[in-house]
């Protein structure tokens, strides 16, 4: 089944600590992106990336690290500089980097610091 | 900087009513209109339109795009419980990859 998995599903983390959220995609996605979900403020982008080892600052970086080694892998760090790390991560990708069409969306890991 | 906005934020209604969602936008170099539905955890596709498709249909849904006017309604004729969720907005423009999301609407239908 083709599709986009993220892990964990749940994740606690200790204030000060680096944590890292996996997105992976088997759908042979140029673009990927990380949004972040907080009660009552829809989706804001995070980072995002058009292609293999290049990727751009989101409306909300500061805090966030990604990287893009591969195709179908886009892991989102949280640094213990995120001061509000606490929320609902979603992970998207979509096909043509140029090309109108819809992102698809994994199913979220939930994020919370203790 | 690009805005979307979505009314109303909340919504109950009773099964088998008819709803209107609306999605206002403010974006440099329109390209696309998406609209989500998010019952849990991911968003899942519903609609997009554009200048060369402003309506569209899947059964009991409906979208329209108002280009002049910079919005968006989504209809939901004789809802169902299962049309409980909260309903995402986005706009696309060209020149980047990005979308724009609204805050949303949550919909609740009481059977």
């Known amino acids: 089944d083709g599709g986009i998995t993220q892990s964990p599903k749940y994740l606690f983390r200790k204030e000060g600590q680096n944590v890292t959220l996996s997105c992976e995609q088997n759908?042979?996605?140029?673009?990927m992106y990380w949004y972040r979900q907080d009660p009552g403020q829809g989706l804001r982008l995070i980072y995002y990336?058009?292609?293999?080892?290049?990727?751009q600052k989101g409306d909300i970086a500061e805090g966030y690290s990604v990287s893009r080694e591969k195709k179908e892998s886009f892991p989102l760090t949280v640094t213990s500089a995120q001061k509000n790390p606490t929320a609902f991560y979603l992970c998207?990708?979509?096909?043509?980097?140029?090309?109108?069409?819809?992102?698809?969306f994994g199913p979220g890991t939930r994020l919370t610091v203790l | 900087e690009d805005k979307v906005v979505q009314s109303p934020l909340s919504l109950v209604v009773h099964e088998g009513d008819t709803v209107t969602l609306n999605c206002s936008y403010e974006?440099?170099?329109?390209?696309?209109l998406l609209w989500y539905k998010q019952e849990k955890k991911a968003p899942t596709f519903l609609f997009m339109l554009?200048?060369?498709?402003i309506e569209k249909k899947s059964g009991r849904l409906s979208s329209i795009l108002d280009k002049k006017e910079l919005s968006s309604i989504l209809n939901i004729t004789a809802t169902q419980t299962g049309d409980s969720a909260i309903y995402l907005c986005?706009?696309?423009?060209?020149?980047?990859?990005?979308?724009?999301f609204g805050t949303g609407t949550r919909l609740t239908i009481i059977p």
């Open positions: 998207a990708s979509k096909g043509l980097v140029q090309g109108v069409g819809e992102q698809f």
């Open positions: 986005a706009v696309g423009n060209f020149g980047n990859e990005k979308l724009t």
């Open positions: 554009t200048s060369s498709g």
């Open positions: 759908l042979n996605h140029d673009a």
């Open positions: 990336s058009q292609i293999v080892n290049d990727f």
């Open positions: 974006v440099t170099n329109f390209r696309s």
